[in-house]
């Protein structure tokens, strides 16, 4: 079993790990105190936090499972070396637990909130249930082999595609209004800390084990940090420089189009 080799990388680790836990934690609440204040949920892509639900459960089973699960730690081992360190800690599996439970929040705020005219999309309900199906198959065919850690890479692989797809409605939503109200920079800049802080911490374990299977030993969390990362500084490109002070303007409502012709008959 792994271990540190420097006590100050250790300390260090376990700061930069409860930042990023509380950084990623707090980054919720913004967005859901600016839902109850306004009692309107227009300017949050609905699509965005369905996605984020698929996400982070799906991470919730990678984190706990590889925690936790004896079984899992052991073939974690027997792949990436004896000595190496289990690349999940327990703010990450804290933080997905929470995470989980404030996306949950959100939905029922979208349910009970002034909603507009905006709805959940068909592709995003056709993802989340092709990402649930692939993982249903996941668990029969790791049952009868017992490849369990193969099985909670597969979650991770799905928060991976989740983690990408899920920041792209909003950002289009934003393009679109011209306009980021109603969706919390709050939530950005915070969501920004957590994935600089938890790549540090990821990089310190590293830099004390002398080894970076850290990094693709746990790819998920890797990507997450990245991913988070990029999209954070799209976002806060849009609401500081693109779109600064400007009101929303509604996009076109399919419903609402008219069905007079383009052309009137002239004669």
């Not at 006590?7 to 680790?13: A, K």
């Not at 109850?36 to 949920?41: D, E, L, M, Y």
């Not at 990402?131 to 198959?137: D, G, H, P, S, T």
């Amino acid at each position: 079993m792994g271990s540190w080799n420097s006590v100050q990388l250790e300390v260090l680790y376990t700061v930069l790990g409860w930042v990023a836990f509380v950084s990623w934690s707090i980054s919720f609440y913004p967005q859901v105190f600016l839902n109850f204040r306004r009692k309107s949920v227009v300017g949050l892509n609905f699509d965005f936090v369905v996605l984020n639900l698929t996400k982070h459960s799906s991470y919730l089973i990678y984190n706990a499972s590889l925690f936790f699960s004896s079984a899992v730690q052991t073939q974690y081992r027997s792949k990436f070396g004896s000595n190496e360190m289990i690349p999940v800690a327990a703010n990450d599996v804290a933080f997905s637990i929470h995470a989980v439970l404030l996306t949950a929040f959100t939905l029922l705020q979208i349910a009970i909130y002034d909603r507009g005219n905006q709805k959940v999309s068909r592709i995003s309900i056709g993802i989340v249930s092709v990402a649930w199906l692939a993982a249903a198959v996941c668990v029969f065919i790791a049952i009868p082999k017992h490849s369990w850690l193969w099985l909670i890479s597969c979650f991770s692989d799905i928060q991976v595609v989740m983690t990408i797809i899920k920041y792209i409605p909003q950002a289009i939503l934003n393009f679109q209004r011209k306009s980021t109200i109603g969706f919390s920079i709050g939530n950005i800049l915070l969501d920004f800390l957590g994935g600089v802080t938890n790549y540090g911490q990821m990089a310190v374990q590293s830099i004390d084990q002398n080894s970076w299977v850290n990094f693709y030993g746990n790819i998920g969390k890797t990507m997450i940090s990245l991913v988070s990362i990029f999209f954070d500084i799209l976002f806060m490109f849009q609401h500081y420089v693109l779109y600064r002070n400007k009101k929303a303007v509604s996009p076109p409502n399919p419903a609402e189009v008219s069905n007079e012709p383009l052309l009137r008959n002239l004669c």
